[in-house]
């Protein structure tokens, strides 16, 4: 079972960034880098054969990534000055 969650993980990751990729969402919401997170979450998980590991590893760096890489109204649209 654990090699089926890590391969989601990989998998996952992989669309994440075709997405990311083919879409070209709003810049702020970079899919690409929570792609690269899944990615080495499930190759982390498949090397030591553990889907607690590999969805552990997701969760923390994922966390970590929203805690100090994104500002607090990042996404919010930037006010243009008339002049």
Same mark, same amino acid.
């Given at each position: 079972?654990? $090699?089926?969650?890590?391969?989601?993980?990989?998998?996952?990751?992989?669309? /994440? $960034?075709?997405? #990311?990729?083919?879409?070209?969402?709003?810049?702020?919401?970079?899919?690409?880098?929570?792609?690269?997170?899944?990615?080495?979450?499930?190759?982390?998980?498949?090397?030591? #054969?553990?889907?607690?590991?590999?969805?552990?590893?997701? /969760?923390?760096?994922?966390?970590?990534? /929203?805690? /100090?890489?994104?500002?607090?109204?990042?996404?919010?649209?930037?006010? $243009?000055?008339?002049?």
């Amino acid at each position: 079972m654990s $090699v089926w969650v890590n391969w989601g993980l990989v998998v996952g990751a992989v669309s /994440f $960034v075709i997405g #990311d990729l083919v879409l070209e969402v709003y810049a702020g919401a970079n899919l690409a880098v929570l792609g690269m997170i899944m990615l080495a979450a499930g190759i982390l998980g498949l090397g030591l #054969d553990s889907a607690a590991v590999g969805l552990g590893s997701a /969760f923390v760096m994922i966390l970590a990534y /929203f805690a /100090f890489q994104r500002r607090p109204g990042q996404m919010l649209p930037k006010r $243009v000055s008339e002049q």
